[in-house]
């Protein structure tokens, strides 16, 4: 057996995460390894919890990144919050929603279920009727479901939930650094993101905020955290001001997260969103072109996750086999009830370009084409450009009409 490293390929990834990394996170990760208790990284740390804060859009002092991926994160949440018997309402409106159900399940909680067709948003007035009927202590539940390319409005249910004192806990992997957030208006007491998608470096590293009542429900728990590594009270204290030892943290993803969230900072959280939110339009200007469908209506559509329905006819596998193969480009296959009927297009953090929209449909249009699915490919591409350059061909176009 050969035991030499094989050279990771150079994929450009426009999946539901990883996504692609800017350079400068590259290099960031190319810092020495310090120790978990250095003063110079004990500084580290400080700064990402003064960055996450202003992009969760909170004032929360217990924000920090928990160690482990975004599964982490949710982990943190809510085995921290809920105890054996404690009433909580999930709403499932795809996968991510289903493991939070798991999740809440294993902490032996009393848990109620509002299931949503796949493909569309809770609607609010369930939400409403579940709670009046069984009151809840929690209402956990994901702003940017991955798995449908889905994204929940978010201001009835706050109001459902300050109206019947529910705190909420909301998952917002897939908005976090794409999408802008405001958590401390909307009133969510607990959330966790992850580093790998908007936020734009390596998987590891899992963002999580508790607001001041959260901790407070933490610290009169009545039984002990049941995950010691993700005791948030125990992670708070090396975090904050105490610095007291609790594992050891890694300092190459956290040089890593400190870089990518000073490239949102200087960019700036509304540029950032605008700049999603474009590339979004252009991406379904360009799939609509081609002559394809989007699953989710438009008001539901999420900027960061865009899922089109796969062509009767058409082999989803081997489609995604051969665009890695040919351009080196990964996509995203459905989960669970969509498995074989969408793929899923991530425009997140440095991925999120107009090269790779056009890059996107293009490649496309030729792994269709192959297997005798024929679309529209100028159609496509220069409806996709039309949203690029802002109408500027067609401005352009009509004052020279104008001026002959
Ligand atoms: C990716 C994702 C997760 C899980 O994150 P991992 O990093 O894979 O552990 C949780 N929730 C949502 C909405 C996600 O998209």
Known sequence: MNLSRP???????????PLDIHPRVYKALASPVIGHMDPAYLDVIERIGELLKGVFGTK????????GTGTSGMEACI???LEPGDPVLVCVSGYFGDRLRQMAERQQARVSVIETEWGKPVDPRIVEEMITKHPAKVIALVHAETSTGVLQPMEDIAAIAKRSDA????DVVTSL???ALDLDNLGVDIAYGCSQKCVGSPPGLSPVTFSERAMDVVRTRKTPVSN?????????????????YHHTSSSTLNYALLEALLLIHEEGI???????????????????????????????????????????????????????????LEIGGGLGALKGRIWRVGLMGYSSSAQNVIFFISALSRALAIQGFTTDLSGGLEAAMAVIDDGQMEK???LRLVRK
């Open 177 to 179: 650094g794409g999408i």
């Open 270 to 328: 509304e540029a950032r969103c605008a700049r999603h939110i474009k590339n979004h339009r252009a991406l379904v200007a360009g799939i609509e072109g081609l002559g394809l469908t989007m699953l989710v209506e438009p008001p539901f559509r999420l900027p960061t996750l865009n899922t089109i329905v796969i062509p009767d006819g058409v082999d989803d596998a081997k489609l995604r086999g051969y665009l890695l193969d040919r351009y080196n």
């Open 396 to 398: 352009e176009r009509t």
């Open 7 to 17: 050279e990771a390929p150079m994929r450009k990834l426009m999946g539901p995460g």
């Open 79 to 81: 085995a921290n919050v």
């Open 228 to 244: 010691w590594y993700l005791d948030i009270e125990l992670l708070s204290r090396y975090w904050g001001k105490e610095k007291v």
């Open 167 to 170: 705190m909420i806990l909301l």
């Open 60 to 67: 929360n002092e217990v924000t920090n990144a928990v160690p």
